[in-house]
């Protein structure tokens, strides 16, 4: 298995205030992904990395953030959660060699904002 | 907007049946991809198929692509009750995209025993 790991794995929040989810990856990969899935939307790109200090939006990034600082570690943060925030929340890399064109995701960050 | 569409949203066969799962998508390709999410998981890759591959297998997948249609088939031979999941297909638009993948809905599988 890909060594990703997500925290935390469950979050309950209410409306206005910060959250912040991390991604850490033990591969060393380049690539980083972050993806909200929502019933009858199947997964969306949030915002994704291409390396250190590099990052690019998705096409559902309002409200959202990321940063990252180091090659392991890919931190999404909602400034001020939503009530449509709520949602399950998936990071991934891309894979290396042969399968550089697949992703491996981590197990998932349930958020509900009350 | 989504780049792949799967038909059905959801299917319920016996075990030891076939499975077949279509996805459609609206712009060219540089490959096909197909996951499968277990309840309460992340996803986990199946099958690549790149645009100038017309079938592919991989064990009991078995997995078509008609680029002159945009669409693709997953067919599960011989179906068992672990394969029960949720099924994705997405795209890989090209070099102009990087890596990024755009994902269907997925088609819900389940197998009854």
Known sequence: ?114 | SQQGEEDPQALSIQEGENATMNCSYKTSINNLQWYRQNSGRGLVHLILIRSNEREKHSGRLRVTLDTSKKSSSLLITASRAADTASYFCATHAGETSGSRLTFGEGTQLTVNP
């Open chain 1, 1 to 114: 298995d890909a060594g990703i790991t997500q925290s935390p794995r469950h979050k309950v929040t209410e409306t206005g205030t910060p959250v912040t989810l991390r991604c850490h990856q033990t591969e060393n990969h380049r690539y980083m992904y972050w993806y909200r899935q929502d019933p009858g939307h199947g997964l969306r790109l949030i915002h994704y990395s291409y390396g250190v200090k590099d990052t690019d939006k998705g096409e559902v990034s309002d409200g959202y953030s990321v940063s990252r600082s180091k090659t392991e570690d890919f931190l999404l943060t909602l400034e001020s959660a939503t009530s449509s925030q709520t949602s399950v929340y998936f990071c991934a890399i891309s894979g290396w060699g042969t399968r550089y064109n697949e992703q491996f995701f981590g197990p998932g960050t349930r958020l509900t904002v009350l």
